[in-house]
Protein backbone atom coordinates (compact mmCIF):
# COMPACT_ATOMS: atom_id res chain seq x y z
CA UNK A 1 0.00 0.00 0.00
CA UNK A 2 1.09 3.96 -0.68
CA UNK A 3 2.77 5.01 2.21
CA UNK A 4 2.62 9.30 3.46
CA UNK A 5 3.57 10.82 0.00
CA UNK A 6 4.88 14.53 -0.13
CA UNK A 7 4.97 17.07 -2.11
CA UNK A 8 7.04 19.02 -3.87
CA UNK A 9 10.15 16.76 -3.20
CA UNK A 10 12.58 19.69 -3.68
CA UNK A 11 11.71 23.30 -3.73
CA UNK A 12 13.50 26.66 -4.33
CA UNK A 13 11.87 29.59 -3.43
CA UNK A 14 12.93 33.51 -3.22
CA UNK A 15 13.56 34.96 0.31
CA UNK A 16 9.64 36.63 0.71
CA UNK A 17 8.25 34.42 -1.26
CA UNK A 18 5.12 32.23 -0.26
CA UNK A 19 5.19 28.14 -0.37
CA UNK A 20 2.57 25.51 -0.08
CA UNK A 21 3.81 22.24 0.71
CA UNK A 22 1.44 19.26 0.60
CA UNK A 23 1.29 16.07 2.71
CA UNK A 24 -1.29 12.68 2.08
CA UNK A 25 -0.82 10.68 4.85
CA UNK A 26 -1.70 6.71 5.28
CA UNK A 27 -5.43 6.06 4.15
CA UNK A 28 -6.92 5.90 7.45
CA UNK A 29 -4.66 7.80 9.75
CA UNK A 30 -6.36 10.22 11.79
CA UNK A 31 -3.09 11.52 13.02
CA UNK A 32 -0.57 14.04 10.93
CA UNK A 33 1.98 15.71 12.51
CA UNK A 34 4.51 18.61 10.52
CA UNK A 35 8.01 18.15 11.68
CA UNK A 36 11.34 20.90 10.19
CA UNK A 37 14.51 19.21 9.99
CA UNK A 38 17.21 21.40 9.51
CA UNK A 39 20.65 20.04 8.39
CA UNK A 40 22.50 18.28 11.05
CA UNK A 41 19.44 18.52 13.67
CA UNK A 42 16.61 16.02 14.59
CA UNK A 43 13.52 16.20 13.24
CA UNK A 44 11.71 19.30 15.48
CA UNK A 45 7.62 19.55 15.96
CA UNK A 46 5.84 22.07 14.34
CA UNK A 47 2.18 20.94 14.42
CA UNK A 48 -0.30 17.91 15.19
CA UNK A 49 -3.80 17.18 13.51
CA UNK A 50 -6.02 15.08 14.60
CA UNK A 51 -8.58 14.50 12.14
CA UNK A 52 -9.28 18.08 10.67
CA UNK A 53 -8.84 19.51 14.37
CA UNK A 54 -5.56 20.98 14.97
CA UNK A 55 -4.93 20.38 18.68
CA UNK A 56 -1.07 21.77 18.77
CA UNK A 57 0.68 24.16 17.16
CA UNK A 58 3.33 24.97 19.74
CA UNK A 59 5.63 24.38 17.28
CA UNK A 60 4.87 26.88 14.85
CA UNK A 61 7.98 29.27 14.65
CA UNK A 62 6.23 32.36 13.84
CA UNK A 63 2.67 33.51 12.62
CA UNK A 64 4.31 33.48 8.71
CA UNK A 65 3.59 29.20 9.30
CA UNK A 66 0.24 28.21 8.78
CA UNK A 67 -1.25 24.65 8.44
CA UNK A 68 -4.63 22.93 7.35
CA UNK A 69 -6.16 19.60 6.88
CA UNK A 70 -9.42 20.94 6.18
CA UNK A 71 -11.37 17.43 5.51
CA UNK A 72 -9.25 15.52 8.30
CA UNK A 73 -7.05 13.68 5.38
CA UNK A 74 -4.51 15.73 2.86
CA UNK A 75 -2.60 18.40 4.40
CA UNK A 76 -0.92 21.65 3.62
CA UNK A 77 1.81 23.31 5.48
CA UNK A 78 2.19 26.91 4.42
CA UNK A 79 5.36 29.34 4.95
CA UNK A 80 4.45 33.15 4.07
CA UNK A 81 7.10 35.47 3.22
CA UNK A 82 9.62 32.72 3.60
CA UNK A 83 13.23 33.84 5.24
CA UNK A 84 16.79 32.21 4.94
CA UNK A 85 15.96 30.48 8.14
CA UNK A 86 13.37 28.58 6.65
CA UNK A 87 15.41 26.55 4.34
CA UNK A 88 15.01 22.78 6.02
CA UNK A 89 13.55 19.36 5.43
CA UNK A 90 9.57 19.41 6.19
CA UNK A 91 8.72 15.99 7.34
CA UNK A 92 5.42 14.94 7.39
CA UNK A 93 3.77 11.74 9.78
CA UNK A 94 0.81 10.47 10.57
CA UNK A 95 -0.65 7.29 12.78
CA UNK A 96 -3.49 5.41 14.19
CA UNK A 97 -4.78 6.14 17.40
CA UNK A 98 -6.47 2.93 17.80
CA UNK A 99 -4.94 -0.74 18.14
CA UNK A 100 -1.70 -2.39 18.55
CA UNK A 101 0.11 0.30 15.88
CA UNK A 102 -1.63 3.42 17.91
CA UNK A 103 1.26 5.83 18.23
CA UNK A 104 4.01 4.34 15.34
CA UNK A 105 4.44 7.13 13.22
CA UNK A 106 5.06 6.78 9.28
CA UNK A 107 7.14 9.35 7.79
CA UNK A 108 7.03 10.80 4.34
CA UNK A 109 10.00 11.45 2.09
CA UNK A 110 9.89 14.69 3.46
CA UNK A 111 10.15 18.30 1.36
CA UNK A 112 13.57 19.98 1.05
CA UNK A 113 12.81 23.96 1.00
CA UNK A 114 15.64 25.82 0.05
CA UNK A 115 15.45 29.88 0.51
CA UNK A 116 17.49 31.85 -1.99
CA UNK B 1 11.07 21.04 29.10
CA UNK B 2 11.12 17.28 28.16
CA UNK B 3 14.79 17.09 26.27
CA UNK B 4 16.36 14.17 24.15
CA UNK B 5 20.22 14.42 24.56
CA UNK B 6 22.12 12.10 21.94
CA UNK B 7 25.87 12.31 23.00
CA UNK B 8 27.45 11.19 20.08
CA UNK B 9 27.16 12.80 16.69
CA UNK B 10 29.29 9.87 14.83
CA UNK B 11 29.57 6.45 16.42
CA UNK B 12 32.48 4.71 14.09
CA UNK B 13 33.03 0.63 14.94
CA UNK B 14 34.11 -2.46 12.84
CA UNK B 15 31.82 -5.11 11.78
CA UNK B 16 31.02 -7.40 14.46
CA UNK B 17 31.99 -5.09 17.29
CA UNK B 18 29.54 -4.68 20.21
CA UNK B 19 27.48 -1.25 19.21
CA UNK B 20 25.60 0.98 21.95
CA UNK B 21 23.92 4.19 20.53
CA UNK B 22 23.26 6.86 24.08
CA UNK B 23 20.10 8.09 24.39
CA UNK B 24 19.05 10.42 27.72
CA UNK B 25 15.99 12.39 28.30
CA UNK B 26 14.87 14.63 30.82
CA UNK B 27 11.28 14.09 31.71
CA UNK B 28 9.97 13.44 35.58
CA UNK B 29 7.04 11.18 34.26
CA UNK B 30 6.57 7.78 32.78
CA UNK B 31 7.24 8.19 29.20
CA UNK B 32 7.36 6.27 26.31
CA UNK B 33 10.63 6.23 24.43
CA UNK B 34 11.66 4.60 20.47
CA UNK B 35 14.21 4.52 18.12
CA UNK B 36 13.78 5.55 14.85
CA UNK B 37 16.44 4.93 12.13
CA UNK B 38 17.17 6.28 9.03
CA UNK B 39 19.00 4.63 5.97
CA UNK B 40 20.68 6.61 3.17
CA UNK B 41 18.42 7.42 0.56
CA UNK B 42 15.04 6.18 3.10
CA UNK B 43 12.64 7.57 5.11
CA UNK B 44 12.51 7.79 8.64
CA UNK B 45 11.25 4.84 10.25
CA UNK B 46 10.60 3.10 13.73
CA UNK B 47 12.99 0.71 14.62
CA UNK B 48 11.56 -0.05 18.17
CA UNK B 49 9.92 1.12 21.39
CA UNK B 50 10.05 0.66 24.61
CA UNK B 51 6.72 -0.86 25.70
CA UNK B 52 6.95 -3.72 23.04
CA UNK B 53 10.08 -5.28 24.84
CA UNK B 54 11.18 -6.69 21.54
CA UNK B 55 14.62 -7.06 19.34
CA UNK B 56 14.66 -5.92 16.08
CA UNK B 57 17.76 -6.78 13.57
CA UNK B 58 19.75 -7.65 16.57
CA UNK B 59 18.62 -3.91 18.35
CA UNK B 60 17.54 -3.91 22.37
CA UNK B 61 16.99 -0.85 24.31
CA UNK B 62 16.07 -1.23 27.74
CA UNK B 63 14.26 2.12 29.22
CA UNK B 64 16.36 2.94 32.71
CA UNK B 65 14.19 5.21 34.82
CA UNK B 66 16.45 5.84 37.41
CA UNK B 67 19.29 7.01 34.92
CA UNK B 68 16.37 8.37 32.51
CA UNK B 69 18.66 6.45 29.55
CA UNK B 70 17.26 4.17 26.66
CA UNK B 71 20.84 3.71 25.29
CA UNK B 72 20.36 1.27 21.85
CA UNK B 73 22.34 -1.84 21.86
CA UNK B 74 23.59 -4.60 19.28
CA UNK B 75 25.73 -7.37 20.56
CA UNK B 76 27.70 -7.44 16.39
CA UNK B 77 27.07 -4.90 14.20
CA UNK B 78 26.59 -5.49 10.56
CA UNK B 79 27.80 -2.87 7.83
CA UNK B 80 23.85 -2.71 6.91
CA UNK B 81 23.57 -1.25 10.10
CA UNK B 82 24.98 1.92 9.19
CA UNK B 83 22.26 4.67 9.36
CA UNK B 84 21.18 7.86 11.15
CA UNK B 85 19.65 6.72 14.31
CA UNK B 86 17.16 8.97 16.22
CA UNK B 87 15.84 8.51 20.16
CA UNK B 88 12.46 10.02 20.66
CA UNK B 89 10.17 10.43 23.58
CA UNK B 90 6.76 10.81 23.79
CA UNK B 91 5.40 12.40 27.38
CA UNK B 92 1.57 11.28 26.78
CA UNK B 93 -0.57 9.07 24.13
CA UNK B 94 -1.68 11.41 21.34
CA UNK B 95 1.45 13.92 21.56
CA UNK B 96 4.24 14.81 19.50
CA UNK B 97 7.58 13.24 19.69
CA UNK B 98 10.08 15.07 20.70
CA UNK B 99 13.34 13.61 19.03
CA UNK B 100 17.13 13.88 20.01
CA UNK B 101 19.64 14.87 17.18
CA UNK B 102 20.83 11.44 15.65
CA UNK B 103 23.61 9.93 15.76
CA UNK B 104 25.23 8.63 12.37
CA UNK B 105 26.67 5.02 13.36
CA UNK B 106 29.07 3.81 10.58
CA UNK B 107 30.21 0.29 10.65
CA UNK B 108 32.97 -0.94 8.31
CA UNK B 109 34.59 -4.07 7.96
Known amino acids: GAGVSQSPRYKVAKRGQDVALRCDPISGHVSLFWYQQALGQGPEFLTYFQNEAQLDKSGLPSDRFFAERPEGSVSTLKIQRTQQEDSAVYLC??????????????FGSGTQLSVL | AQRVTQPEKLLSVFKGAPVELKCNYS??????LFWYVQYSRQRLQLLLRHISRESIKGFTADLNKGETSFHLKKPFAQEEDSAMYYCALRVQAGTALIFGKGTTLSVSS
Open chain 2, 27 to 32: YSGSPE
Open chain 1, 93 to 106: ASSLVMGQMAGKLF
